[in-house]
């Protein structure tokens, strides 16, 4: 049984559990603007590409009640600019920018200036998206979960469970649906260098739904694979690029390169809002970097040498070759990935 949730809108203000400090403590902050949100966002209170578009809608939410002496014209102007902070909050995952532009194609629709016609649009527009993230993850878990079979030894890298979307999670969502069909699978998790989503979250969502796991060190993948034998891998994603190309925390692309040289599966899940049309290759992706403290340092103890040199990329390009199949709302998808991807929006 998973007992909390990511985000919830609590009709005047927007309640986060606080990621940051999983495991040790469970605690939620309350948003009252939209600037807040944006902060979280990228403080990454809250995280995972799906929680992160659903927490920006409501972001929304907020800045249309703020002021409620403006007219329809300035509202909507108001709404605009707080889209834009909202958009820059994190720049890699592209279902910010699908959940924002949602609910601005909502405010934009409506014909008359009405404030109040185009505040109840906005909150309504962030709760089909809430409802919807649910849903989806239902059915991505359904149709990922016939790719599972029993027994299954499972790599999985990063968190995508309930804690990254609204609920039940993407390909934490797929384990999470074989489980609850009575499979036996165990998973390996990865700790996710250098913020330990793996270590912080992904055990203690698996651990609660009673889903056996063990904890292993990112460099660590290859070697079980090859010494103890992984079936699959499943992973999340923040972009998928047209040709199938994937952003996702970095680490991803290492896994996909041991998956392949061990003939592992590789699976990614991938809910629609996550497939970027518009761009082309994973190329033309930006991926975030943050700041040298998160490598430099575990807790507050600093691990090397203070001012040496630091990349610390948050996400990595698996290009699409490495993909065996993305498991989708609409149902799994195998190469060539340009055409199949582009038909589930037909
Ligand atoms: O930096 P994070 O923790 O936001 O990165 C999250 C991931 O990379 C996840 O794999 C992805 O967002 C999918 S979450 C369902």
Known sequence: MIAFRSVEWLGDHLRLLDQRSLPGQVQYVDLTDH???????SNMTVRGAPVIGVSAAYGLVLAANADTNLDGAALREHLEIAADELLRARPTAVNLRWALRRVMDRVNAIRNDSAAAIREAVVLEANRIYREDIEVNRAIGAHGATLVPDR??????????ALGTVDHGTALGVIRSAHAMNRQVHVFVDETRPRLQGARLTVWELTQLGVPNTLIVDGAAAHIMRTIGIDLCLVGCDRV??????ANKIGTYQLALAARAHGVPFYVAAPLSTLDRQTASGDMIEIEERAAAEVTTIGDTLITLPGVAVRNPAFDITPAEYVTA?????????????EGLAKLFN
């Not at 299954?152 to 469970?161: D, L, P, S």
């Not at 690029?241 to 994937?246: E, L, R, S, T």
Request: negative net charge; contains cysteine.
């Open 152 to 161: 299954a030894n499972i790599v999985h890298h990063c968190n995508t469970g």
């Open 35 to 41: 600037r807040s949100v944006a902060a979280a966002i």
């Open 326 to 338: 993305f498991i989708t709302e609409k149902g799994i998808v195998y190469p060539p990935f340009e």
């Open 241 to 246: 690029a047209a040709n199938g190309d994937v």
